[in-house]
C-alpha cells in the first residue's frame, strides 16, 4: 500500500508525466537517454551538496577527490532515497506513452504482489529486463566512482560503451532534453537541500549551466564535445545541444525548473 501511495504522489508532484505530447514511442528512445540521466543525476547530486559546502567554506565548488569521498560518508544513505524520488518518473516517461499503461502494470495481479520495496519499482518502471539491467549498470558505475573520491567523467562515460552503440542526437530529441534537464535541476537542488543550504544564490545558475554542458554531450553525443577556451557560452550550448531548437527547449525547462524551485522553497 504504501508503495502505491508513493507512486501517486509521484504522479501528482510531476504532472507533465507521461503527457499527450509524449509522442515519441519506448522503442524510438536513444540509447544514450537512460545512462545520460543517470550519470547526470549524480553529477548534479553531488555538485549541488558540495557548491552548498563551498559556499559555508566562501569558496567555489572543488571536485576534489576528498570533498567528493566526504560526500559519501555524510550522505552516503540519501542518495539511493533521492535517486529513486527523482529518478522514477524520468525513467517512467522514457519508456512509457502514457502513465496508466505503467499504473496497470504495477496494480496487475502478477506484478503487484512481487512489490516488496521501493527498489522493486524500478524492474518495471524500466518496462524490460535489459534495460534495468543497463540501469543498474550504470548507478553502480557512477556509485563506484564516487565511491573512488570523483565524479564520472565525460571520457569514462563514453568509454563505458562499445563503439557504435551510443548515437548521434538531432532534432527529434525534446523529450529526452526536458527530462535530462529536469533531472539536472533538480537533483542538484536535491543536493543542496541534503546539504541545508540557504537561499537561491546567483552561483547556483552557474553551476547549473556547467552541468548542463556537461551532461548534455552525453544525451546527443558518441564521444566528448571538444571546445576551445575561447568558446562563448552560447555557441558552447548551440554545440553541444545540436542547434538552437535544442538550446531553447532546453533553456526554457531550466528556467521553469527554477521557477518552480523558487515557489517550493517560499
Not at 66 to 79: A, D
Not at 242 to 265: D, F, H, K, Y
Request: glycine share 6%.
Amino acid at each position: 500500500m504504501f508503495l502505491f501511495c508513493k507512486i501517486n504522489w509521484l504522479f501528482a508532484k510531476f504532472p507533465l508525466l507521461l503527457h499527450k505530447d509524449n509522442k515519441k514511442s519506448n522503442e524510438k528512445m536513444t540509447r544514450n537517454a537512460q545512462p545520460a540521466l543517470v550519470r547526470a543525476f549524480f553529477a548534479s547530486f553531488a555538485e549541488g551538496i558540495l557548491s552548498a559546502e563551498a559556499e559555508r567554506m566562501g569558496g567555489e565548488v572543488e571536485m576534489t577527490p576528498q570533498s567528493v569521498k566526504q560526500v559519501m560518508l555524510n550522505h552516503y544513505e540519501e542518495i539511493s532515497h533521492h535517486f529513486f524520488d527523482i529518478m522514477f518518473y524520468p525513467l517512467a516517461l522514457l519508456h512509457y506513452n502514457t502513465a496508466e499503461e505503467l499504473i496497470d502494470i504495477l496494480r496487475s495481479p502478477e506484478v503487484a504482489p512481487t512489490l516488496k520495496a521501493r527498489e522493486d519499482l524500478f524492474l518495471h518502471v524500466c518496462r524490460t529486463e535489459e534495460a534495468h539491467e543497463d540501469m543498474v549498470t550504470e548507478y553502480r558505475r557512477n556509485f563506484s566512482a564516487l565511491l573512488g573520491g570523483r565524479v564520472m567523467t565525460l571520457d569514462d562515460f563514453f568509454d563505458g560503451f562499445p563503439e557504435g552503440y551510443l548515437e548521434e542526437g538531432g532534432a527529434d530529441y525534446t523529450r529526452e532534453i526536458r527530462v535530462l534537464t529536469q533531472v539536472v535541476v533538480r537533483s542538484f537542488f536535491a543536493g543542496r537541500k541534503v546539504a541545508a543550504a540557504e537561499g537561491m544564490g546567483g552561483s547556483n545558475q552557474i553551476c547549473l549551466y556547467r552541468l548542463l554542458l556537461d551532461t548534455m554531450q552525453c544525451l546527443l553525443h558518441t564521444a566528448p564535445v571538444d571546445m576551445s577556451d575561447e568558446t562563448d557560452l552560447t555557441e558552447a550550448f548551440l554545440t553541444v545541444c545540436r542547434g538552437e531548437e535544442n538550446m531553447m527547449v532546453m533553456m526554457q525547462t531550466m528556467q521553469e525548473e527554477l521557477s518552480a524551485t523558487t515557489t517550493a522553497a517560499t
